[in-house]
């Protein structure tokens, strides 16, 4: 069995079935990319995006990608460089993750897995001098039905890409007074943090399966209240919620969100 057999066979040992090998970005070596599929259904009320309701994702897949490339030492000797990324490294990681077969690139701008659609962290270790054999591209392009053009809130996804200033997922996340537009997009979106209404509608995203990673199925916290966040300092805020992926933002942001929508009856 090649190393590249070997890396998958070990990814699924761990409870990872899909990960995929790109060439590298940095035109050294390879890219081992991996996603985290992350769909549960959620039954209670909620207005944080689907993607936010779990512990928070970075420290997860980092946890995973560190094991991963561990494995990758040991078997070649601690013969190359590592560098591990989850949402921080300069190179696109849905470029890269097409690159490594393991999705297509749908009009909503997702990456789409054939099995658990565009509810998928991506997560890939920069192996620098470690050459491994990429993996074919899947063919074919999404339904290209335009349901997520006609979901989305802002008008905010053009051709091939997103117009990142309409974008609802953007504005709740964005610092300080919003202009009226702005507002008027949030005013749409039930969500304080994030917005699903994009990948809700994709046909792709129907009928997909719960999630497997274990640590995105515990710890859920599908809503926050005014009452949440209003008796909390700066630093209580970040301590309680210092392991879900809202927390960078601080809580200021969030309770306007809330108070924007409370003031308009939403
Ligand atoms: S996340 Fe929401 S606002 Fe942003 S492109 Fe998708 S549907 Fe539009
Ligand atoms: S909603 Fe339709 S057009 Fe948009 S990404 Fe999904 S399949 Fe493609």
């Known amino acids: 069995m090649g190393l590249e057999e070997q890396l998958k066979a070990f990814c699924k040992s761990i409870g990872l079935d899909c990960c995929g090998i790109a060439p590298s970005p940095t035109g050294t070596g390879c890219a081992v990319v991996c996603l985290f599929p992350y769909y549960q259904p959620i039954e209670t009320q909620r207005n944080l995006s689907r993607y936010a309701v779990m512990p928070d994702y970075h420290m997860v897949v980092r946890s995973y990608l560190l094991r991963i490339s561990a494995f990758l030492q040991e078997q070649t000797a601690n013969d190359f460089s590592s560098q591990v990324y989850c949402d921080n490294s300069p190179y696109q990681d849905r470029g890269l993750a097409y690159a490594a077969g393991l999705g297509i690139i749908g009009q909503n701008t997702c990456l789409i897995h054939p099995v658990y659609g565009s509810y998928v962290f991506i997560g890939y270790i920069v192996c620098e001098s470690l050459d491994l054999a990429p993996d074919k591209t899947l063919s074919g392009s999404c339904l290209g039905c335009k349901k997520c053009r006609a979901a989305c809130y802002g008008g905010a996804l053009q051709e091939e890409c997103i117009q990142v200033d309409r974008c609802a997922s953007y504005i709740t996340q964005k610092k300080g007074i919003l202009t009226k537009t702005e507002q008027s997009i949030l005013m749409k979106n039930p969500l304080i943090w994030g917005c699903d209404a994009c990948q809700e509608v994709c046909p792709h995203n129907q009928s997909i399966p719960i ?56």
């Open 211 to 266: 999630t497997p990673i274990l640590e995105f199925r515990q710890s859920l916290l599908p809503f926050l209240a005014q009452e949440d966040l209003l008796p909390l300092s700066g630093r209580e805020f970040r301590r309680r919620y210092q392991q879900r992926a809202f927390s960078w933002r601080g809580k200021d942001v969030l309770l306007r969100n809330l108070t924007l929508k409370e003031q308009n009856g939403i």
